[in-house]
């Protein structure tokens, strides 16, 4: 499969890219061409890590609903804001006390895209960080009507905050205790992969508008927005936290019903973290999600019903991020066609 690669890096569409191919044993096949950063010889690798941008956010979602199992908010999913952050009650806009947990990371609460400075707050620590932010950008009036779907990495961060709060643990560490390491993600990490100034993992790219190359860096969204998408991970250990959807056993983590409610849609086809689409290759419903923090982009796919998902990563991302998105597209579309010709799998797979 590595020659659906080749291509696009010769043409320089990428500094390097990986893709793969996940069932319910693991990851099937995997290629990755390229190399981790321009001007450096070293070749990106299939066991390197990935930025995965807002395919964090399903992963947030899964925390939170393993916390909501766990007894952790007192309502559930109906937790609001204000039973979690009482002292934010009088600081915020009043449409926003009622807003509930499970509309925050469905995005059904009105929240706007974006906080107005990310990097607010920095002399806090993270988790007083994310509570100031929360606090700033709640006080104006919702950006959309309760129950609409609005996109929003600013929902995602206050809902991480309101696990938080109640926890006393940072999104950060809930995330290694509750998710990473019961999963056996050792991979899974925050921000830039890598050491800081070493080619010892892949560094992101974004295009010189002037020269039109690629110029590497070890960037990453501000760390207060953790929640909407700062994880790294290698292929194999996403793929651990892909297979639970996939899997036709009991699922890790969490049971079936408590899964399913996170794939199903709310608004339009946005579920918790998922765009949920019909696809005929997929038998059916597919779950989606791509991610972008303008230095990488990672686009996924889940087909439950067939047992397949399907992943592709560049560390780079066109300042347009629309024009990386319709590479991986093309990719992953490639990698369908070939698992639904016959003995496509076998050739992908190997004897």
């Not at 892949?202 to 990453?220: I, S």
Request: one cysteine or more.
């Amino acid at each position: 499969m590595g020659h659906f690669l080749a291509k696009p890096i010769r043409s320089g569409a990428s500094p390097g890219l990986i893709a793969a191919i996940v069932d319910r044993r693991g990851v099937r096949a995997i290629a990755a061409a390229g190399v981790r950063k321009a001007g450096d010889p070293q070749p990106l690798l299939t066991t390197d890590s990935i930025h995965i941008g807002s395919n964090t956010k399903a992963m947030t979602s899964t925390l939170l609903a393993v916390l909501v199992r766990d007894g952790v908010f007192a309502d559930g999913w109906n937790t609001t804001i204000v039973e979690v952050f009482p002292d934010v009650r009088d600081q915020i806009h009043p449409e926003y006390r009622g807003v509930t947990l499970w509309q925050l990371v469905t995005m059904t609460g009105g929240v706007r895209c974006d906080a107005a400075d990310w990097h607010a707050h920095r002399d806090a620590d993270l988790i007083g960080r994310r509570h100031g932010i929360l606090r700033d950008n709640l006080a104006d009036p919702p950006a959309a009507t309760a129950g609409e779907h609005l996109y929003s990495n600013l929902a995602y961060v206050v809902a991480g905050a309101m696990a938080e709060r109640i926890t006393g643990k940072t999104w950060e560490t809930l995330m290694q205790e509750r998710l990473f390491e019961p999963l056996g993600m050792a991979s899974a990490g925050f921000g830039p992969p890598g050491t800081s100034g070493e080619v010892d993992q892949p560094w992101g790219h974004q295009r010189d508008p002037d020269r039109g190359d690629w110029v590497p860096n070890q960037l990453d969204n501000a760390a207060a927005m953790g929640p909407a998408g700062t994880v790294h991970v290698t292929i194999e250990d996403w793929a651990k936290f892909i297979s639970l959807w996939l899997t036709e056993g009991p699922p890790a983590i969490l049971d079936r019903e408590g899964l399913d409610r996170l794939i199903s849609p709310v608004s339009g086809r946005y579920a918790a973290g998922w765009s949920v689409a019909t696809r005929f290759w997929a038998k059916g419903e597919a779950i989606t999600h791509g991610g972008s923090n303008t230095s990488w982009f990672a686009l996924l796919w889940i087909a439950p019903r067939i047992g397949h998902a399907y992943v592709a990563a560049a560390n780079s991302a066109e300042a347009d991020v629309s024009g990386t998105f319709r590479l991986l597209d093309r990719i992953v579309s490639k990698l369908i066609r070939a698992t639904r010709r016959p003995r496509g799998v076998a050739r992908l797979f190997g004897p």
